[in-house]
């Protein structure tokens, strides 16, 4: 457990550990999806602490841990964060992502074709409520680009406008692009909202500081 369950001591980002997901962390992943489900949340812990709108099941997620992988970040032996990613081919059979699909085919990034570039779909990031605000996130995309830049050129992804604190960190902290903006009316019936944001990562890029 981590070394105090009720309050995490604040720790230097050294003292955590990133890592590719062992089959053995499925259970602590599901426990974060809960935390952030949408679903599961106010509209006020949606709006101050971000939120996701996809659910994996175990088998599915013993098939990313497999191929490609899911990236983990642990304090003291305790996963207290994830970032789940998966090829563009396998992200295209995805229902829900066909709009997504039909606006960055026709997109250039850094004056280059979407095409051109050998690209990873990002699905999904959670982070343990209490550990929200500690660099998280930067670790496990530093762990992505160590594990990756070597086989993809950029990641991609898209993030709902409602879904602020996500979109502030994608944008500030991490130096992703808002490469599109659109609109997916059937999506505000679900409280994930109506309008989005595609978002690029060049994988290949020096660490932001």
Same mark, same amino acid.
């Given at each position: 457990?981590?070394?105090?369950? @009720?309050?995490?001591? %604040?720790?230097?980002?050294?003292?955590?550990?990133?890592?590719?997901? %062992?089959? +053995?962390?499925?259970?602590?992943?599901?426990?974060?999806?809960?935390?952030? =489900?949408?679903?599961?949340?106010? #509209?006020? @812990?949606?709006?101050?602490?971000?939120?996701?709108?996809?659910?994996?099941?175990?088998?599915?997620?013993?098939?990313?841990?497999e191929d490609p992988g899911i990236v983990v970040v642990q304090d003291a032996g305790t996963v207290v964060g994830y970032? +789940?990613?998966?090829?563009?081919?396998?992200?295209? #059979? &995805?229902?829900?992502?066909?709009?997504?699909?039909?606006?960055?085919?026709?997109l250039r990034f850094e004056g280059k074709d979407f095409s051109e570039y050998r690209s990873l779909f990002l699905e999904?990031?959670?982070?343990?409520?209490? =550990?929200?605000?500690?660099? &998280?996130? *930067?670790?496990?995309?530093?762990?992505?680009?160590?594990? $990756?830049?070597?086989?993809?050129? &950029?990641?991609?992804?898209?993030?709902?406008?409602?879904?602020?604190? $996500?979109?502030?960190?994608?944008?500030? %902290?991490?130096?992703? *692009?808002?490469?599109d903006t659109y609109d997916v009316p059937e999506r505000e019936e679900t409280g994930e909202g109506k309008t989005w944001?595609?978002?690029?990562?060049?994988?290949?890029?020096?660490?932001?500081?």
């Amino acid at each position: 457990m981590p070394r105090n369950p @009720e309050q995490p001591e %604040k720790s230097e980002a050294s003292a955590f550990e990133a890592r590719m997901a %062992k089959f +053995s962390d499925r259970q602590r992943i599901r426990e974060l999806q809960e935390q952030n =489900y949408v679903e599961n949340l106010s #509209e006020e @812990e949606k709006r101050e602490g971000g939120f996701i709108g996809i659910r994996f099941d175990d088998n599915e997620l013993k098939k990313l841990i497999e191929d490609p992988g899911i990236v983990v970040v642990q304090d003291a032996g305790t996963v207290v964060g994830y970032l +789940s990613f998966t090829t563009l081919d396998k992200a295209r #059979e &995805i229902a829900d992502l066909e709009p997504f699909f039909e606006r960055v085919k026709d997109l250039r990034f850094e004056g280059k074709d979407f095409s051109e570039y050998r690209s990873l779909f990002l699905e999904q990031i959670s982070i343990d409520k209490r =550990y929200k605000g500690k660099g &998280i996130p *930067k670790l496990l995309y530093e762990k992505l680009k160590q594990d $990756s830049k070597d086989r993809y050129d &950029i990641a991609v992804s898209e993030i709902s406008d409602l879904n602020q604190r $996500s979109l502030h960190v994608a944008r500030d %902290k991490l130096g992703f *692009k808002i490469i599109d903006t659109y609109d997916v009316p059937e999506r505000e019936e679900t409280g994930e909202g109506k309008t989005w944001h595609a978002v690029a990562l060049d994988l290949r890029s020096p660490e932001r500081e």
